[in-house]
């Protein structure tokens, strides 16, 4: 039987968030047909992305009611207000309860804890919104990509493509592991190296962050002061 | 006077070749409005691509005559259709005419190759079809990306993330750049590794490609001649 690999889509999101991990289980797609990725959202026409970009998925949440994995991309205000999405949140919690990984990438893992996904569970996100994992009773992890259980998420943006490559490699092995990642040339060399978490200044997105959950939940009280308390 | 930066969209891409620098370039903007990003298209329908996910550009041909700089994103076969299209290629060299950067990812550098833009230039490509770079008077370069003049091409698929934020650096420096790199969280941590060269079979996908090429090109005799003698 064909496993789907279901990637969510709704308004606003940074499209390398879903991008990346969706161009590597695409690739495992190609070389293993038992496997097939759908990109599911409310509807059939095209969103808006934190860039010029609009994105269109290819099934809607009517038309997937279950799937062998799960992936939740993030973003920035606009995700925080999806935290607030009843219709995504039970369309996720529906998929979830067979789903035999439920995954994020970046601030996707906030929508699996206001989903009350995260109870409990070891889980990452992107680095300025880390803390906020705790209001939904998980344990934040500083960790490029952290598995506990079915859950598996991504630290922010791009390492959605290193959560999908170890993803890959556990549902179809080493050698098609390297395989995928050799048909997209990942073979990273960041101009000026990897990041500098010492030296890295983290501080100044706090308010930044502060000021994009208070937007985003303006019309969600309670919400909102369960996620500045 | 704003500076703009293009990317390119047709049917067929490899969407991570356009969204990873696209991602890179916004949050340039995002932090520096002097740059503005768009992607340009014949239209402004969804497009497909070689995921289930479709794209729509931001603006039409007719609306971007020039732009500072110029992003080709590539793809498998339909990328090698790309290059007998006439009209992609004549607002490719109308925009290149006065662009400061002319780019590429992946085989996006065949497109620059067939619009005639990169004779006696380096250049480089997916290492599957680096060879191909030749037949439009280009020296094949294996490099994550390579400059020569204005034109700046990466490698396959995932590279043009580092070409990217190789072009932050150079337009608005390495504080920007370092900026730009935290806010994507690119600290790449490939669960098996980078690719080892060495050790990697390359030869399984030649005929492969010479397929990709004879298929695509099939409507096109003198090209499809010009591509595999």
């Known amino acids: 039987m064909t496993k789907t690999l279901a990637f969510v889509l709704y308004p606003g999101i940074t499209p390398l968030d879903l991008v990346g991990p969706l161009q590597v289980l695409s690739a495992l797609a190609q070389i293993d047909p038992s496997f097939e990725v759908v990109v599911v959202g409310k509807g059939l026409t095209p969103l808006s ?3 010029p970009l609009k994105l269109t998925p290819s099934h809607t949440f009517g038309q997937v009611a279950e799937s062998f ?3 939740v991309p993030g973003g920035t205000e606009p995700t925080l207000a999806a935290l607030a ?3 995504l949140l039970e369309w996720i919690r529906q998929v979830a309860r067979t789903a035999e990984v439920v995954g994020s990438v970046c601030t ?3 929508i699996l804890g206001a989903a009350g996904l995260l109870y409990g569970r ?4 992107h680095w300025g919104f880390r803390d906020l994992l705790a209001k939904f009773g998980a344990t934040p992890v500083a960790e490029r990509w952290v598995q506990d259980g079915p859950v598996l998420t991504a630290a922010g943006v791009s390492a959605g493509i290193d959560m999908a490559l170890h993803l890959v490699e556990r549902l179809a092995g080493e050698q098609t592991a390297r395989m995928v990642q050799l048909l997209i040339e990942y073979d990273p060399q960041p101009p000026l190296g990897g990041i500098d978490w010492r030296s890295a200044d983290l501080d100044f997105f706090k308010p930044h962050a502060r000021t994009m959950v208070e937007s985003a939940l303006a019309g969600h009280p309670a919400l909102l002061a369960r996620m500045t308390t």
């Open 49 to 51: 992305t934190d860039t």
């Open 69 to 71: 994995a799960l992936i």
């Open 85 to 87: 999405d009843e219709p």
């Open 108 to 110: 996707g893992s906030l």
């Open 122 to 125: 070891r889980a990452t996100t």
